[in-house]
Structure formats: structure tokens, C-alpha cells
Nanobody, 127 residues
């Protein structure tokens, strides 16, 4: 069974770049048909779809975050990475990586946790 695990710093200072890595086990991120995805949930708010990278390395982003977001991958390590620049306290959230079969862009109303999500990692933006 595919398992995903997020890793990265839990505290980031304002204006810096947040960087998180998702390590995938039990499967390959080059298997076609899947979007390797980043999602976040700020405290008291709904899930927000941030972006995804395909098995062939094509990226897709939420338009509201596109200017600050970059998703990349390292197939040799079975990892994909999120970078979010110029962070503010409003970027404080639990960040999840996931494997999905569709894109959500700015409409995450139907987004739900599945067994193919990581457990999530808390990131706080504070000086």
C-alpha cells in the first residue's frame, strides 16, 4: 500500500520560504494516472488545494497561490517537494501531501482525506 510522509521545519519566519518534502513508499511517483498533491488547512478553516505534480513532472497550481508556489520532485528518492515563498502568518497551517486522481485548483469543496494522504505536518509562521 502506498504511504506518504511529510517532513520539514515546523517553524518558519515571515518573508522566508517554506520547504516541505513528501516521501512516498510502497509505490512509485512515476506511475501514470496520479497527481502528487499538496493541501493545507489553516486553523479553523477548510482544506485548501495548493498544487500537484504528475508522474511525468508537469505541475499545476491553485491560481491564488501560483506566484509563490513551486512543486518539484526527485524520482530517485521517491520524493516531491513544496516550496512556498514570502510566507506570512496567514500561511500557518497543517500541510498534507497526498496522491489523488484529479485536480481541484481553487474549488476544494469536494476534497476529502483518503488513505493516500500523509498524516500532515504543522507549520507555523512566526518571528
Amino acid at each position: 500500500q502506498v504511504q506518504l510522509q511529510e517532513s520539514g521545519p515546523g517553524l518558519v519566519k515571515p518573508s522566508q520560504t517554506l520547504s516541505l518534502t513528501c516521501t512516498v513508499s510502497g509505490g512509485s511517483i512515476t506511475t501514470s494516472g496520479y497527481y502528487w498533491t499538496w493541501i493545507r488547512q489553516p486553523p479553523g478553516k477548510k482544506l485548501e488545494w495548493m498544487g500537484a505534480i504528475t508522474s511525468s513532472g508537469i505541475t499545476f497550481y491553485n491560481p491564488s497561490l501560483r506566484s509563490r508556489t513551486a512543486i518539484s520532485r526527485d524520482t530517485s528518492k521517491s520524493q516531491f517537494t513544496l516550496r512556498l515563498s514570502s510566507v506570512t502568518p496567514e500561511d500557518t497551517a497543517v500541510y498534507y501531501c497526498a496522491r489523488d486522481t484529479r485536480l481541484y485548483y481553487s474549488d476544494a469543496s469536494s476534497l476529502q482525506k483518503t488513505p493516500y494522504w500523509g498524516q500532515g505536518t504543522q507549520v507555523t509562521v512566526s518571528s
